[in-house]
T-cell receptor, first 114, second 115 residues
Framework: NAGVTQTPKFQVLKTGQSMTLQCAQD?????MSWYRQDPGMGLRLIHY???????DQGEVPNGYNVSRSTTEDFPLRLLSAAPSQTSVYFC?????????????FGPGTRLTVL | GENVEQHPSTLSVQEGDSAVIKCTYS??????FPWYKQELGKGPQLIID?????GEKKDQRIAVTLNKTAKHFSLHITETQPEDSAVYFC??????????????FGKGTKLSVIP
């Protein structure tokens, strides 16, 4: 049982480039989410999903897209990277569709946009 | 939306002493309050949570108290050990529609336990 996995661990992009951060979980969790973590800002919700085919916006969705075609995978797409998107990104999942239970976090992806 | 304030931002204690971290929230409908611990280079991990139908919960050296009237909750760590050194986040839920909730996190407290 690998839990929540994220790839890549590190990434450097140039302004304007696009990329996809991968997230997968093998716990059959319905709820999945993406957060970004910036120094002194805590964790801020970008997008979340309560099941395959269902996604919604969080607190800071601008510049990011998501899709949920399977229960296991929840990729995060940066359409045109900007320096303001330099951050550490965490994917999380929960066995509670309502998300009132423990969230399991991945190890994170550290993204730098030059 | 929900707003969660967390204090202090940094905390240093001597090994064996107690540590207390406090959070306030704004949404009176919030009913789930988890605490996460994040070690360097890792993702956050749940250490304890409390729901609005109880005022206190304890798990070995860790306890959480909740005051719904005042809209604040606190994490208490007793007999601190060097391995307790980490960043701690509080969070509160808020309804986001269609039967699901979002978590809003505090900005974190960096706890250092001095041997």
């Amino acid at each position: 049982n690998a839990g929540v996995t994220q790839t890549p661990k590190f990434q450097v992009l140039k302004t304007g480039q696009s990329m996809t951060l991968q997230c997968a979980q093998d716990m059959n969790h319905e709820y999945m989410s993406w957060y970004r973590q910036d120094p002194g800002m805590g964790l801020r919700l970008i997008h979340y999903s309560v099941g395959a085919g269902i996604t919604d916006q969080g607190e800071v969705p601008n510049g990011y897209n998501v899709s949920r075609s399977t229960t296991e995978d929840f990729p995060l797409r940066l359409l045109s990277a900007a320096p303001s998107q330099t951050s550490v990104y965490f994917c999380a999942s929960s066995n509670d569709r309502g998300n009132n239970n423990e969230q399991f976090f991945g190890p994170g992806t550290r993204l730098t946009v030059l | 939306g929900e707003n969660v304030e967390q204090h202090p931002s940094t905390l240093s204690v001597q090994e064996g002493d107690s540590a207390v971290i406090k959070c306030t929230y704004s949404d009176s409908a919030s009913n789930y309050f988890p605490w996460y611990k994040q070690e360097l280079g890792k993702g956050p991990q749940l250490i304890i949570d409390i729901r609005s139908n109880v005022g206190e919960k304890k798990d070995q050296r860790i306890a959480v108290t909740l005051n719904k009237t005042a809209k604040h909750f606190s994490l208490h760590i007793t007999e601190t050990q060097p391995e307790d050194s980490a960043v701690y986040f509080c969070a509160a839920n808020s309804y986001s529609g269609a039967g699901s909730y979002q978590l809003t996190f505090g900005k974190g407290t960096k706890l250092s336990v001095i041997p």
